[in-house]
Nanobody, 123 residues
Framework: VQLQASGGGLGQAGGSLRLSCAAS????????MGWFRQAPGKEREFVAG????????SYADSVRGRFAISRDNSKNTVYLEMNNLKPEDTAVYFC?????????????????WGRGTQVTVSS
């Protein structure tokens, strides 16, 4: 299983970035997908998750209303649209495949992880 995240980079406060994560080697449409992030010196934290069908999503309180997760099962890709960026959004962002068709916020519920993509937001 491979997960390739892209779209990170430098953004400005109030701006937007869109992350993509392309998956291969698995039945992508069968799994709940999540985005996590890890800032320097902090634990990895849940950002957003989406059901296998794309009809249910969940968000961390810190990003709800600003970020949107979506997926295209025909392309084996999950996206994270990040709007109204804040400096505290600076982190390495990881996509992850859950162990089942539904998962919560705990990293332990996810089986496969991408390498991550750096997002840096300047004030």
């Amino acid at each position: 299983v491979q997960l390739q995240a892209s779209g990170g980079g430098l953004g400005q406060a109030g701006g937007s970035l869109r992350l993509s994560c392309a998956a291969s080697g698995l039945a992508f449409s069968s799994y709940f997908m999540g985005w996590f992030r890890q800032a320097p010196g902090k634990e990895r934290e849940f950002v957003a998750g989406i059901s296998w069908r794309g009809d249910t999503s969940s968000y961390a309180d810190s990003v709800r209303g600003r970020f949107a997760i979506s997926r295209d099962n025909s392309k084996n890709t999950v996206y994270l649209e990040m709007n109204n960026l804040k400096p505290e959004d600076t982190a390495v962002y990881f996509c992850a495949v859950a162990r089942s068709s539904y998962a919560g916020m705990s990293p332990d519920l996810y089986r496969y992880w991408g390498r991550g993509t750096q997002v840096t937001v300047s004030s």
